[in-house]
């Protein structure tokens, strides 16, 4: 049971990590084509997009970090 729960822990974030590198391959494929086609670039939505998920990702490594030094206070104690 106790090696289920740990093998579980990490899922989310992992998830999330997968879902915004899949999203950025997506997007940059987008632009490329855009690009091709119209032969405009547009930077603000290209600066925009990796600003957000640049930051989605901090948090959640920042979340992530916390709680971990939260449960070793736990085990310290």
Not at 2 to 10: E, S
Not at 55 to 74: C, D, M, P
């Amino acid at each position: 049971m106790a090696m289920d729960k740990k093998k579980r822990k990490g899922l989310f974030s992992k998830i999330i990590v997968s879902v915004v590198i899949g999203l950025n391959v997506a997007f940059t494929t987008a632009i490329l084509i855009i690009f091709a086609k119209t032969s405009c670039e547009p930077s603000g939505l290209i600066i925009a997009w990796f600003s957000f998920t640049t930051v989605e990702l901090w948090s959640l490594a920042g979340i992530k970090k916390t709680k971990e030094k939260k449960e070793q206070n736990e085990y310290d104690c």
